[in-house]
């Protein structure tokens, strides 16, 4: 690692405002993929603002029904929460669908949604890549591609988002709220959260510079029956080749959303007015305008069949 | 093993930085802010509690918890694995919880109590899971085993907390310390020479017994 200096901050706003000020700055939460990248130099902040110990680990209701989740809340007691259990079980099944209990132990929920691509040509700093070090180029292009992005990719880069708990938030249609280093809040549709690479890829989100995430708020449990399937080249303890994250109602309609398949998690809201046809129709929508390698190509196949196993899961 | 490791200079610290680093570490600590960040060690204060005794001293801020535990504190029985989050060997728990160690830094853990294998139990005084490692046979080379008896002894409390797991059918049920959860919990901690049944063993036995 590079040498940092470190700094625990005292509210939201001035972790926010330290950001802006000091440079080469970043938060640490969690640290369970920000160290991760510092021991292989991918990431060399020059100051650490350890946001650890902000008081945002709760869960609480919302008035209009709905649960706040303080953006320090772990991803263990995230998926533990009776009421995510309860009412927005997609949520839970994804974050236990992911990394291990040590890591979730750890892991907040702010973080996660934070976390950087595994593209194995990401890691490597031997190669070029245009998300590690814009215009460099990308090996990942004509290299090992099989876990790699089939949609939404650029010809900058075919990296995915890694990660399972954010799949089922973009299904659940939850918001980022956010503090900026002038204390002004926002809010952020998912949806909206995550960005496509174009020739830009090294950018992931759209938050600003200093800017700060506070929680994510889901809006009021939408019932149905809440599945999260994963499938990866091991039972546990691996990144998705696919992950379908689906809500389905008793009279088959609903929502669904897939991991591991583009440089977010991929609904597409026209898709699901399908989904009482079956998975090919939805996969159809879902999947048009697919960019796959000749070693991915079977994700677009591996979507459909994910999205099938689930939907029969639904109807019981 | 001496206590006395109020502010010891880690022999990490002198052998990362030479010459320089030993310089460096002799400076004091207020001091720091005026060396450019990026440019030198940076070095922090931390106080913790570890196996029930308080320890203070300082670090680089680089030092991974597990780092601090191992070199600072002499506490080797915590091993260092892949270095990255994906093995497990050095599971602790904080303030009740496992975690990897290597993943976390000794300045983020300011106040916090660790418990390491040395604070489960010791030889003439084991832990449950210790001694059911031993009755089972747990373990082959036993690099890992600390971890994987610090992961055993979280994973029966998780169990018994209602955590659920990615094999949990009912979430809104309780968990039960079955063959299934415990294999799955565990998934974190990887054995190269292969013990899995038998650590499976002793962790159901002790789960048997607390049941």
Redo the contacts between chains.
Sequence with gaps: ??????N?ASTPAAAAAEALRT??AKF?AG??NL??LM?LQIE?P???I?V?GLKLDRIEGTPDGGLRIGALVTN?NL??D?RV??DY?VL??AI??G?????R??ATTAGNLLQRTRCPYFYDTNQPCNKRKPGSGCAALGGYSRQLAVIGSSDACIATYPGDMAVAMRVLDAVVETVQPDGITRSIPIADFHRLPGDTPHIDTVLKRGELITSVTLPKPIGGTQIYRKVRDRA??AFALVSVAAVVQRDGTGRVAVGGVAHKPWRVEAAEAALPQGAQAVNARLMAGARPTQDNAFKVTLVERTLASALAEAKG | MSDSGEFDVSRRAILAGGAAGAAVVAVPVTAQAAVPPGTAPSMAKVAMEVNGKRRAFVVDTRTTLLDALRENLQLTGTKKGCDHGQCGACTVLVDGVRINSCLSLAVMHQGDKVTTIEGLGQPDDLHPMQAAFIKHDGYQCGYCTPGQICSAVAVLGEIKAGVPSHVTDDLTARPTASNDEMRERMSGNICRCGAYSNILEAMADVAEKRA
């Design positions: 690692m590079k040498p940092f200096t470190y625990r440079p080469n640490i640290g369970t160290l991760d021991k060399a020059a100051h650490l350890d650890g263990t998926a533990s009776t259990r309860r079980g839970s099944r236990v669908a990394a291990s209990g040590q890591l132990n750890k546990s303890y």
